[in-house]
């Protein structure tokens, strides 16, 4: 299984977030960095399985943004029935 790691703290912009993930999967310029697009990357257009982690997405300035790929990523858990999968990973608060 493939595994891969997005950093949120490498992302300042939505933007960001999307030129890194067309990056760890080597999608090149054709990647349309919207949410439907994503949506195809994950259930027709890479290799499964895939495991992402997301991390440092709590608190982030994008994160509503964050928050609807997360769906949308789930969503794929769904329909690829667990050949994709995703978690996110905060630290936890400091007290």
Avoid at 42 to 60: A, F, K, M
Wanted: charged content about 20%; aromatic content about 8%.
């Amino acid at each position: 299984m493939q595994q891969i790691t997005l950093d949120c703290q490498q992302v300042q912009t939505l933007a960001d977030f999307y030129r890194l993930f067309s990056q760890k999967f080597n999608l090149g310029c054709g990647f349309g960095a919207n949410l439907d697009a994503l949506w195809d990357v994950l259930t027709g257009e890479i290799s499964l399985p895939v495991h992402i982690t997301l991390r440092h997405v709590r608190n982030h300035p994008c994160e509503a943004d964050l928050r609807r790929i997360i769906a949308v990523m789930e969503q794929a858990v769904q329909e690829t029935e667990g050949a994709f999968s995703v978690r996110v990973k905060d630290p936890q608060p400091k007290q």
